[in-house]
């Protein structure tokens, strides 16, 4: 449980994107775009950004479960369609990442397909 506490503070360190902020209005102030294309672009990376943030939010609920007791998490609705498959989706991260960016992308921009959703409480609070 400690190390659970401690991937938990590692979170915290996302607060030093105000540094990222800073280095943006730099970037706007010294440029010659015009400000519409550049607020396209920061809405787009502002959106990919909040994106890869959810999927790993959402692969790090995985952690935060012991599948060793026994509770159902989103992961095992793969079971089924990887059987003919050498490769997992559970044990390769990439794969992980994908479906996960996936989950992520479609939560965001719709209500979603019903193909992977929360299993149990901790996964239900993550996409809440």
Not at 66 to 94: C, S, Y
Request: hydrophobic share 45%; with cysteine.
């Amino acid at each position: 449980k400690q190390l659970k506490a401690v991937k938990v503070v590692r979170l915290l360190r996302l607060l030093k994107l105000t540094r990222v902020r800073r280095l943006w209005r730099r970037v706007e102030s010294r440029s010659s775009i015009r400000y519409g294309k550049l607020a396209l672009v920061q809405f787009i990376v502002t959106i990919f950004l909040i994106t890869h943030w959810m999927a790993n939010l959402w692969a790090f609920s995985l952690l935060l479960v012991d599948e060793h007791e026994g509770v159902p998490q989103w992961i095992d609705a793969f079971d089924e369609r990887d059987a003919n498959l050498e490769q997992k989706t559970k044990d390769t991260w990439w794969k992980k990442y994908i479906n996960c960016l996936y989950f992520a992308s479609y939560t965001m921009t719709t209500v979603g397909y019903g193909d992977i959703g929360p299993k149990n409480t901790v996964e239900t609070c993550t996409v809440l």
